[in-house]
């Protein structure tokens, strides 16, 4: 099971490879290099899975980091971070499936009065069809199929539905 809800055979866990400093670096440059010219201020990852990325990339960028997380099931910036009108903010992400998470950022973010400049993550499982309403862009893009409950063959045999990463089996 993904954190959209939705239930693939194939999962990626961008954790394992954001675990080597260096290659987390390497990453977070190459994402960087796309938006050298966009005079980005402030990167915004949706937490968790977003965090090391997005601080990659802001350190190569020169800007500051800043993350949102969940409060009673929406997104939100806590922990004192806030945002100035205009500010203009890049939006980065591990993994986009549905685009949810980032969208949710992205609306966030508007709410408080930034400047979405643009999403970016290091894998779009979605072939590009993710919205999050503003122009995104990825290190690799990948036609993953995911499916509604409904739709799932591996429940129709029976078998458990896991999600390998930080949110509980469901």
């Known amino acids: 099971m993904l954190t959209s809800g939705l ?3 194939i999962y990626l866990q961008c954790a394992l490879v954001l675990q080597h400093p260096r ?5 977070g440059q ?3 290099e796309d938006f050298l010219a966009e005079n980005i201020q402030t990167v915004v990852s949706p937490a968790i899975g977003g965090l090391i990325i997005g601080h990659e990339v802001a350190r190569a960028l020169g800007a500051r980091f800043i993350w949102t997380e969940r409060e009673n099931g929406k997104m939100v910036l806590r922990r004192g971070f806030s945002v100035s009108p205009g500010e203009r903010v890049l939006v980065v992400e591990d993994v986009v499936t549905t685009g949810g998470s980032t969208r949710e950022t992205v609306a966030a973010l508007q709410a408080n009065g930034a400047n979405v400049v643009a999403a970016a993550s290091i894998i779009d499982r979605s072939s590009g069809r993710a919205d999050v309403g503003v122009p995104r862009t990825a290190l690799a893009t990948l036609d993953v199929p995911s ?3 409904a739709d799932c063959e591996a429940c129709r ?3 458990p539905a896991i999600k390998p990463g930080s949110r509980k089996r469901q």
Request: aromatic share 6%; net charge negative.
């Open 7 to 9: 239930h693939s055979g």
């Open 23 to 27: 290659a987390a670096e390497a990453f």
């Open 30 to 32: 190459s994402i960087a």
């Open 147 to 149: 499916v509604e409950l």
């Open 157 to 159: 045999r029976g078998e």
